[in-house]
């Protein structure tokens, strides 16, 4: 296993997180995705709410969630040390 040391000093910040559908849509159309696929807002994982907005199939979730390097790294040293 390799050693992970988290320093006080690192100073590297990530870039704001993105969730607006139409900048995963108009990205994707353009690497080659079709576009009879497309990205949509979901407000619930409830799948009896789900059902309530979409009529069509749902074959993926991005989740974008702000957390920080040490946030992560603690919850992981904990889980594996």
């Given at each position: 296993?390799?050693d992970?040391?988290?320093?006080?000093?690192?100073?590297?910040?990530?870039?704001?997180?993105?969730?607006?559908?139409?900048?995963?849509?108009?990205f994707?159309?353009?690497?080659?995705?079709?576009?009879?696929?497309?990205?949509?807002?979901?407000?619930?994982?409830?799948?009896?709410?789900?059902?309530?907005?979409?009529?069509?199939?749902?074959?993926?979730?991005?989740?974008?969630?702000?957390?920080?390097?040490?946030?992560?790294?603690?919850?992981?040293?904990?889980?594996?040390?």
């Amino acid at each position: 296993m390799t050693d992970i040391i988290i320093n006080s000093t690192d100073s590297y910040r990530w870039p704001p997180l993105e969730s607006d559908p139409s900048i995963f849509n108009k990205f994707f159309q353009e690497v080659g995705l079709p576009d009879y696929f497309g990205f949509q807002e979901l407000l619930s994982l409830n799948p009896d709410e789900v059902n309530q907005f979409f009529d069509f199939p749902i074959f993926g979730v991005i989740v974008a969630v702000n957390r920080t390097k040490v946030h992560f790294l603690k919850e992981n040293l904990i889980k594996y040390n």
